[in-house]
């Protein structure tokens, strides 16, 4: 059964960088970060296929952010440099194994398992 942990959220300074972590206690294809800021719908930020770690960004994140695997510890990482105060949001992370699934679209019907999320403020 897949579960996932959240942690390294935190606040910071635009500018500044923050890297969140994710722990999947199962077996996923595809992992992904998804955030939901107050009064927004959820969006897709970043997305890796855990098999051949191709990935996906969201285009206001893409050159700031990079996602990244430790296939030996189950664990996925987000990156974020240059953080701006519109990337204040819960972060969370997302997985699943839906045979062609579209996780490069960060399409949330594809991903089964969510995580419980890890708050990011971006502060001036």
């Known amino acids: 059964q897949v579960q996932l942990v959240e942690s390294g959220g935190g606040s910071v300074q635009a500018g500044g960088s923050l890297r969140l972590v994710c722990v999947n206690t199962?077996?996923?294809?595809?992992m992904a970060w998804f955030r939901q800021a107050p009064g927004k719908e959820r969006e897709g930020v970043a997305a890796i296929y855990l098999g051949g770690g191709a990935t996906s960004y969201a285009d206001s994140v893409r050159g700031r952010f990079t996602i990244s695997q430790n296939s030996a510890a189950n664990t996925v990482y987000l990156q974020m440099t240059r953080l701006k105060l519109e990337d204040t949001a819960m972060y969370y992370c997302?997985?699943?194994?839906?045979?062609?699934?579209?996780?490069?679209?960060?399409?949330?019907?594809?991903?089964?398992?969510w995580g419980q999320g890890t708050q990011v403020t971006v502060s001036s």
């Open positions: 997302a997985a699943g194994s839906t045979y062609g699934g579209r996780w490069d679209l960060f399409t949330k019907d594809d991903f089964d398992a």
């Open positions: 199962g077996s996923s294809k595809y």
